[in-house]
């Protein structure tokens, strides 16, 4: 991971962000080779999702033919709507705070475990008694390691003593230990026990002010999601556009979230791009088109040349479904910053029910006592978080029936997305230069529709024509729309090393035989074979060969 992330910055992908006034911690920039990268995944998606779908035609493992749109909505709305999604109530981490380090974690990102040695103490804070007995704590990547190192410290024993450290249940997270046990911690850093506040509910939505004034009636919050524009809209498209169900309405933009940790590069960050799918259908289909786009999705990352071996589609256990959800199911990737066989989230498939659009009408839905999703009501019998009070039903005009469609959300996060090819194009080879000696090549793999750079032009001398004939076949791709750089610093297996380092797939060479018979030679980045094509058809012979592709 940490040569990944030095070659986004040594190439221009991701930048840290202010990085020049110490970075502001969640934030990313994406640099020229990352903007075009991440406009292709968002492109790709919009293309493939919308933009190039046939609503004449059943896809074959679909259940029936359907349309799909997109609407691109503010990221500010009304106040209420994030109090009918859930989102004001329920959109929370439990986090604690250490007294001693000053430091502040999220609790199910700390993991734990009991240790004693034999005879010894531990100083507990703020009183005069010790403990034979703390539970460690780290949120290091290798906690394995720390928790020893913790324990070690904190008992002041020398690391020679390490097996002598006796290890009580197994490492766990502090989100499952009772607050009772919390003078026994040792948190995060931390030399003595019992430091870590009482934990505590943190909203991750972002405040913001509307307005001159600047009064706490004037908060509002910066979108935590892209997908309560679509439902707020829900009415509005169906009324505007002569869409019918089943018909999905998409949306690409910007959300934020106040993570506590964010962490892992640009993995969990605070400000992040989401690409949703809001497909409205009949209830008694949504099983069918659950499976549809859980299925679909999960074959877009794979057609984008991701492995099938670091991917993986995976169903929730009921007792992490969200409170709304029917099913879920994450797609996942083996991000190489985590641990072996484990998976990071790169999209949610969710079966939202009809939780939504009946929030948005009625007022914010909870289970109630028997388990049913009915209007949340306070002690004297109103609705704790009122509705719109608009009709958002459908009226099915084949069935003549009016009813409150089901909601299958595939949720995509575009930098996730972007990391995970990034992560997935990554590798290291050996290839002969001019001279024959082997040579460490790194080479980004990217799918030819995602690489940043379509087209590299070398004229391979920067004299006798070439440069002005390469720089007439560099004019006719970029005038085709096609992104390309031109090079002519350097020895040519210098100049392809520096494409391959950031995934160009194909590199065209101006030489000498281009000037007696206008052709050059087009060189693949993975198979490394060079064919000449006359001058007249580089164009198309780029083209041809992304669009095969
Ligand atoms: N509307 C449903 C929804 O927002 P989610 O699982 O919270 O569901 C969907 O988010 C996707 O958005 C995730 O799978 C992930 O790709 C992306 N995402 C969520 N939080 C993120 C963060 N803090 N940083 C980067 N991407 C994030």
Same mark, same amino acid.
């Given at each position: 991971?940490?040569?990944?992330?030095?070659?986004?910055?040594?190439?221009?992908?991701?930048?840290?962000?202010?990085?020049?006034?110490?970075?502001?911690?969640?934030?990313?920039?994406?640099?020229?080779?990352?903007?075009?990268?991440?406009?292709?995944?968002?492109?790709?998606?919009?293309?493939?999702?919308?933009?190039?779908?046939?609503?004449? #035609? $059943? %896809?074959?493992?679909?259940?029936?033919?359907?349309?799909?749109?997109?609407? !691109?909505?503010? &990221?500010? *709305?009304?106040?209420?709507?994030?109090?009918?999604?859930?989102?004001?109530?329920?959109?929370?981490?439990?986090?604690?705070?250490?007294?001693?380090?000053?430091?502040?974690?999220?609790?199910?990102?700390?993991?734990?475990?009991?240790?004693?040695?034999?005879?010894?103490?531990?100083?507990?804070?703020?009183?005069?008694?010790?403990?034979?007995?703390?539970?460690?704590?780290?949120?290091?990547?290798?906690?394995?390691?720390?928790?020893?190192?913790?324990?070690?410290?904190?008992?002041?024993?020398?690391?020679?003593?390490?097996?002598?450290?006796?290890?009580?249940?197994?490492?766990?997270?502090?989100?499952?230990?009772?607050?009772?046990?919390?003078?026994?911690? #040792? $948190? %995060?850093?931390?030399?003595?026990?019992?430091?870590?506040?009482?934990?505590? !509910?943190?909203? &991750?939505? *972002?405040?913001?002010?509307?307005?001159?004034?600047?009064?706490?009636?004037?908060?509002?919050?910066?979108?935590?999601?892209?997908?309560?524009?679509?439902?707020?809209?829900?009415?509005?498209?169906?009324?505007?556009?002569?869409?019918?169900?089943?018909?999905?309405?998409?949306?690409?933009?910007?959300?934020?979230?106040?993570?506590?940790?964010?962490?892992?590069?640009?993995?969990?960050?605070?400000?992040?791009?989401?690409?949703?799918?809001?497909?409205?259908?009949?209830?008694?289909?949504?099983?069918?088109?659950?499976?549809?786009?859980?299925?679909?999705?999960?074959?877009?990352?794979?057609?984008?040349?991701?492995?099938?071996?670091?991917?993986?589609?995976?169903?929730?256990?009921?007792?992490?479904?969200?409170?709304?959800?029917?099913?879920?199911?994450?797609?996942?990737?083996?991000?190489?910053?985590?641990?072996?066989?484990?998976?990071?989230?790169?999209?949610?498939?969710?079966?939202?029910?009809?939780?939504?659009?009946?929030?948005?009408?009625?007022?914010?839905?909870?289970?109630?006592?028997?388990?049913?999703?009915?209007?949340?009501?306070?002690?004297?019998?109103?609705?704790?978080?009122?509705?719109?009070?608009?009709?958002?039903?459908?009226?099915?005009?084949?069935?003549?029936?009016?009813?409150?469609?089901?909601?299958?959300?595939?949720?995509?996060?575009?930098?996730?997305?972007?990391?995970?090819?990034?992560?997935?194009?990554?590798?290291?080879?050996?290839?002969?230069?001019?001279?024959?000696?082997?040579?460490?090549?790194?080479?980004?793999?990217?799918?030819?529709?995602?690489?940043?750079?379509?087209?590299?032009?070398?004229?391979?001398?920067?004299?006798?024509?070439?440069?002005?004939?390469?720089?007439?076949?560099?004019?006719?791709?970029?005038?085709?729309?096609?992104?390309?750089?031109?090079?002519?610093?350097?020895?040519?297996?210098?100049?392809?090393?520096?494409?391959?380092?950031?995934?160009?797939?194909?590199?065209?060479?101006?030489?000498?035989?281009?000037?007696?018979?206008?052709?050059?030679?087009?060189?693949?980045?993975?198979?490394?074979?060079?064919?000449?094509?006359?001058?007249?058809?580089?164009?198309?012979?780029?083209?041809?060969?992304?669009?095969?592709?």
């Amino acid at each position: 991971m940490e040569k990944i992330v030095a070659l986004c910055k040594r190439r221009g992908f991701i930048f840290q962000n202010s990085e020049i006034y110490g970075g502001q911690n969640g934030f990313w920039d994406y640099g020229p080779l990352g903007t075009e990268l991440k406009r292709n995944v968002r492109d790709s998606w919009y293309h493939d999702m919308v933009a190039a779908h046939n609503e004449l #035609v $059943a %896809p074959e493992s679909a259940p029936s033919k359907y349309q799909m749109v997109g609407v !691109e909505t503010s &990221l500010i *709305m009304h106040p209420q709507v994030w109090k009918c999604s859930g989102h004001y109530d329920l959109f929370h981490d439990m986090m604690v705070d250490c007294r001693e380090t000053k430091s502040r974690f999220r609790l199910d990102q700390i993991r734990c475990r009991t240790v004693r040695f034999e005879g010894e103490t531990v100083k507990q804070d703020g009183t005069e008694a010790t403990l034979d007995r703390v539970m460690v704590t780290s949120t290091a990547e290798d906690f394995e390691q720390d928790l020893t190192d913790q324990a070690l410290k904190a008992f002041g024993k020398k690391k020679k003593y390490a097996d002598r450290l006796q290890w009580e249940g197994d490492v766990s997270t502090l989100d499952k230990v009772d607050v009772e046990q919390f003078a026994n911690v #040792v $948190a %995060p850093g931390a030399t003595k026990a019992g430091t870590l506040t009482a934990p505590r !509910e943190f909203n &991750l939505m *972002m405040k913001t002010i509307i307005g001159a004034l600047g009064t706490d009636d004037d908060a509002a919050f910066l979108r935590p999601e892209t997908a309560q524009g679509i439902f707020v809209n829900f009415k509005n498209v169906v009324d505007s556009s002569r869409v019918k169900l089943p018909f999905g309405i998409c949306q690409v933009g910007k959300s934020f979230r106040n993570e506590i940790t964010p962490r892992n590069f640009t993995f969990r960050s605070r400000e992040f791009e989401q690409m949703e799918i809001e497909f409205f259908c009949r209830p008694d289909e949504s099983a069918g088109w659950y499976k549809y786009w859980r299925d679909r999705r999960y074959q877009w990352y794979l057609d984008l040349g991701v492995s099938q071996d670091r991917l993986i589609l995976r169903d929730h256990h009921a007792e992490e479904l969200a409170h709304y959800s029917v099913g879920t199911a994450d797609i996942e990737y083996a991000f190489p910053f985590l641990d072996e066989g484990e998976f990071g989230e790169l999209e949610g498939v969710a079966h939202r029910g009809d939780f939504d659009l009946r929030s948005h009408m009625e007022g914010k839905l909870a289970r109630n006592a028997d388990g049913d999703l009915a209007v949340e009501l306070n002690d004297d019998g109103k609705p704790k978080h009122r509705g719109s009070g608009k009709d958002l039903t459908y009226f099915d005009d084949q069935a003549k029936e009016r009813f409150l469609p089901h909601v299958i959300e595939p949720s995509a996060g575009a930098d996730r997305a972007t990391l995970a090819f990034i992560c997935e194009a990554y590798h290291e080879d050996q290839q002969p230069d001019e001279k024959g000696k082997m040579q460490e090549r790194v080479v980004m793999q990217f799918h030819p529709r995602l690489a940043p750079v379509k087209a590299a032009v070398f004229p391979l001398i920067k004299k006798e024509g070439m440069p002005e004939k390469a720089a007439e076949v560099f004019g006719a791709l970029k005038a085709a729309g096609l992104s390309c750089q031109y090079d002519q610093q350097g020895a040519i297996g210098r100049r392809y090393r520096r494409q391959d380092e950031i995934g160009t797939p194909y590199c065209i060479t101006i030489d000498g035989d281009t000037m007696q018979d206008d052709t050059v030679t087009i060189r693949d980045r993975d198979s490394l074979e060079q064919t000449r094509i006359s001058v007249q058809d580089v164009v198309a012979e780029v083209t041809g060969r992304l669009g095969s592709v």
